[in-house]
């Protein structure tokens, strides 16, 4: 699956192909959530695989452990991370902003 097929792509006034930013919601815990410590080996896009069956989701599981680093495919490794439970929201609210 490509991870950004999702991403709009706009071209500027000489007609360059750029991609829009996008934005991406706040994920607030839920009663539904799940809870796993990483291991080595651990990606965002094999455990949105694991979890959501789609590893493009990705961005759900690093945007809701944001207290950890950003600039990285990996969370650290033995920590807890959160596997966000209300995916179906969260991607109505994703869709909402970037309309």
Do not use: C, H
Not at 41 to 66: H, P, Q
Not at 70 to 99: K, M, T
């Amino acid at each position: 699956m490509n991870r950004y097929r999702n991403i709009k792509i706009t071209r500027d006034l000489e007609g360059t192909r750029m991609y829009t930013t996008t934005k991406y919601p706040e994920i607030p815990r839920t009663d539904n959530d799940i809870y796993v410590i990483t291991t080595e080996g651990d990606r965002y896009d094999v455990l949105a695989s694991n979890y959501f069956n789609d590893s493009s989701l990705w961005w759900v599981i690093s945007s809701a452990n944001a207290e950890y680093p950003q600039n990285s495919i990996s969370p650290p490794v033995g920590v807890q991370i959160r596997i966000p439970g209300n995916l179906d929201s969260i991607l109505l609210a994703y869709n909402n902003l970037n309309q």
